[in-house]
């Protein structure tokens, strides 16, 4: 106690008050001094703790989850690809854990946008390799029932390599061999009777030299079978679809957007993007039955806004798409609206479809029309307009993320049918009556 009050030995407490009061202060100070120092070893040892999880949780993230999809939920460090290229989902700006879902990552050459990143940019296009020049070497004949052989001659180049075969001859046959000229060349023609006859009919009856100027027109103009490189076709109002669509000029721009989709070779392992240039396209779109490993995008405005500068004034559907890369449907405008009819709509496809900035709007409100709907085909519906329609979104059969979409004068919006599953996110078109679902659909938040 002295130690705090400086108290002399012979002096009476009564007279000390004060020092013995100011000993107390002192003991006081020590203490609370004590007790801060302890309070901020916690605090600090409580933040270390939510440093390490953090980092922990970051560790744990940092893989690769394939393609982007648009319906799995990402968090921070979390990398996917999109279009060739991967991104890495960033953290939020206080450096917390960022969660995110239909937030699309950007389209290289852009490297980032407000969640993503770029950490590994599409390699370019490597140089054509060499085709070598396959000669043949030996061919040896087998006994019957032998297997055919096949082998690399030795010391053969890579640029010639030779191979050498062994084939085995068919094995006798058990009939009396009987063929005579008089039964089977009764026109004494040195050919037998029908040999010269191609499908039943004789040469005669089969084209002749001259007619194969429009066979040659047929071949020349044919679609291949599958792409061997990334395709960009071009549409202007002010094109010609006697054009090849290869550039966004008159002289080369496709007129229709329909023979673009047409041009476009089923199976598809490259990316193929439609451009459409700014008018009014008066027809159906139909897109149908493609697959590979590569994607489609029909592109018109950039934003929606500018989306009814495109217009297209039929219908536009999508149906047995089964291409690896989502397929993408972007900035144009329909009129388009009939009783029973369908606006935009996706069937029966194995991966996703995007639509964004896109319109829906018919002058005036179309009883039994139906907006932008997909059946069996999962996909996301974003920041477009549906206006004037009876049932302005729809899904049956899949699912499907309607997101900061517009639109109004709409009877019924969102509709979830046959197991069909409608997830929301932002605001969404107005009308009548706001959901509805039936058989099993669901609509959340």
């Known amino acids: 106690m002295n130690k705090y009050c400086n108290l002399y030995g012979e002096n009476k407490i009564k007279d000390e008050y004060q020092k013995i009061n100011n000993g107390f202060e002192l ?30 949780l970051r560790y744990a993230n940092t893989k690769h989850y394939g393609e982007y999809n648009p319906i799995t939920v990402y968090h921070t460090n979390n990398i996917v690809s999109y279009f060739g290229s991967s991104y890495m989902l960033k953290e939020n700006t206080d450096g917390t854990i960022l969660e995110s879902q239909g937030y699309a990552p950007p389209e290289y050459p852009q490297e980032e946008n407000d969640r993503w990143k770029l950490v590994g940019k599409k390699g370019d296009k490597g140089d054509t390799g060499a085709v070598p020049n396959i000669q043949i070497g030996t061919v040896t004949t087998l006994q019957p029932g032998n297997t055919a052989t096949v082998s690399r001659h030795s010391g053969s180049p890579d ?6 075969f062994g084939i085995p001859k068919g094995i006798d046959g058990t009939g009396a061999g009987d063929m005579t000229k008089s039964v089977y060349d009764t026109d004494n023609s040195g050919i037998v009777d029908d040999a010269e006859r191609l499908g039943g009919q004789l040469p005669g009856y089969y084209a002749k030299a001259n007619d194969l100027s429009v066979l040659n027109a047929t071949v020349i103009n044919r679609v291949p079978f599958k792409t061997t490189n990334n395709i960009a076709y071009y549409v202007r109002t002010d094109g010609s679809d006697l054009n090849d669509g290869s550039a966004n000029d008159s002289a080369h721009a496709f007129l229709t957007i329909s023979k673009a989709i047409n041009a476009i070779p089923q199976i598809v392992n490259h990316d193929v993007l439609v451009s459409i240039a700014p008018g009014t396209y ?10 590979g490993q590569g994607g489609i995008r029909i592109i018109g405005a950039n934003s929606l806004a500018d989306s009814v500068n495109y217009i297209i004034t039929g219908k536009i559907l999508v149906k047995g798409h089964n291409c690896a890369n989502s397929f993408l449907l972007q900035g144009i405008k329909t009129t388009y609206a009939t009783n029973g009819g369908f606006s935009i709509r996706f069937i029966s496809g194995s991966n996703l479809f995007i639509v964004q900035y896109c319109t829906v709007a018919p002058v005036s409100y179309v009883t039994g029309s139906y907006g932008i709907w997909a059946y069996a085909f999962s996909g996301n519906i974003l920041n477009c307009n549906v206006s004037n329609i009876n049932y302005a979104i729809g899904a049956a059969n899949n699912n499907i993320l309607s997101g900061d979409n517009g639109g109004s004068g709409n009877n019924i919006v969102l509709t979830a049918s046959n197991a069909g599953i409608i997830g929301k996110r932002g605001t969404q078109p107005t009308g009548d009556i706001a959901e509805q679902t039936n058989n099993g659909g669901a609509i959340r938040a």
């Open 27 to 56: 003991v006081q100070g020590d203490v609370e001094n004590v007790l801060n120092s302890e309070s901020g070893r916690e605090v600090a040892e409580t933040q270390r703790e939510v440093n390490e999880v953090n980092r922990q």
């Open 159 to 164: 640029t010639e390599p030779i191979f050498d």
């Open 282 to 291: 008066n027809e159906d779109i139909t897109v149908s039955g493609h697959s």
